[in-house]
């Protein structure tokens, strides 16, 4: 059994035999580029099976930020500076610089609505490759829509027209249980997700687990 490197084994001249393969070094990484891994991620874009190496998940996780982050970004700030009274959106913008950042707004919740089944996918992928279930992103994800769901379920209508996020806070205050609910849902919310950045940063496993063959460290 050797390790090499996918499509494109090293190889050493043995006198009289021509090319033979040798095993890969130890800790040795074959090469996936950021357009390779967003290719794949796409042509997978909703297989939760199989496994994904590190380079996989994290190129994609960089294109899915550039993606959805970059035209969100101008309006964030603009509004930001909108709320802090530096400037004047309704009349110190044009209609057409208005009409620019309310597409780019749009193009970017779009994109997080399209890539949302590949990232899930992908990062499940991901577990899988250390051998770990894919039910950690669903507890996760779960987790995280408790974690905004339950004050409204506490506070109703109420909730919802306070706007700031520092007196929806301080209407926790109110009752002990819906402080102690949130609490418990914020700090699972983030344990999950520091394990699953835990799980994501791990090395894959070199030999083939119950998901399926490694797709880093190929056997001959």
Request: some cysteine; overall charge neutral.
């Amino acid at each position: 059994m050797e390790l090499v490197q996918e499509n494109n084994p090293i190889i050493d001249i043995v006198p009289g035999c021509g090319p033979a393969p040798r095993p890969a070094p130890c800790g040795f990484l074959p090469k996936m580029s950021f357009k390779d891994a967003v290719g794949r991620c796409i042509s997978k874009y909703a297989t939760f099976q199989g496994r994904a190496r590190r380079r996989e998940y994290w190129w994609f996780v960089l294109f899915t930020l550039l993606l959805t982050l970059l035209p969100i970004a101008p309006v964030y700030i603009l509004s930001t500076l909108d709320e802090m009274s530096v400037i004047d959106m309704e009349s110190g913008l044009s209609p057409v610089l208005m009409l620019l950042f309310v597409i780019l707004a749009a193009l970017g919740m779009l994109a997080c609505f399209v890539l949302l089944i590949p990232c899930l996918a992908v990062q499940t992928r991901r577990l899988h490759d250390i051998g770990r279930s894919g039910w950690w992103v669903v507890a996760s994800l779960l987790v995280s829509v408790a974690c905004s769901a339950v004050p409204f379920f506490i506070f109703g209508g109420q909730a919802m027209d306070m706007g700031e996020i520092e007196q929806f806070r301080q209407a926790f205050q109110v009752s002990g249980f819906a402080g102690c609910a949130m609490l418990v849902f914020e700090v699972a919310d983030l344990s999950l997700a520091l394990l699953l950045l835990l799980f994501s940063l791990r090395d894959s496993d070199k030999g083939e687990n119950k998901y399926g063959p490694s797709p880093k460290y190929v056997v001959l």
